[in-house]
């Protein structure tokens, strides 16, 4: 089973960037559509970006334009460049395959924005 650990969260204020990675045990990101999730508190875990084999991207409304994903297949990770964040952004950030999980949650990265 792939394990898949999220970091590179943190606080930061509005306006400000965060990049995050995501690891995966196994070489996945070549062969799966893979995306981020994010869930805020008292909501549920929404798909923010998705990213195919092939390199072909697509984000939520709500991001575009200030999400970018891309991932590196040699190293087995996924990332997510955060620009221009605003407080709405405020949630813990989950990588798995997309539109569906495929495999177990990691335990996900925080990212507060907040001034």
């Known amino acids: 089973q792939v394990q898949l650990v999220e970091s590179g969260g943190g606080l930061v204020q509005p306006g400000g960037s965060l990049r995050l990675s995501c690891a995966a045990s196994?070489?996945?990101?070549?062969?799966?559509?893979m995306g981020w999730y994010r869930q805020a508190p008292g909501k549920q875990r929404d798909l923010v970006a998705y990213?195919?084999?092939?390199?072909?991207?697509s984000y939520a409304n709500s991001v575009k334009g200030r999400f970018t994903i891309s991932k590196d297949n040699a190293k087995n990770t996924m990332y997510l460049q955060m620009n221009s964040l605003k407080p709405e952004d405020t949630a813990v950030y989950y990588c798995?395959?997309?539109?569906?999980?495929?495999?177990?949650w990691g335990q996900g990265t925080q990212v507060t924005v907040s001034s």
């Open positions: 990213i195919a084999s092939l390199g072909i991207t």
């Open positions: 798995n395959r997309a539109p569906r999980a495929l495999f177990d």
């Open positions: 196994g070489s996945i990101f070549g062969d799966l559509t």
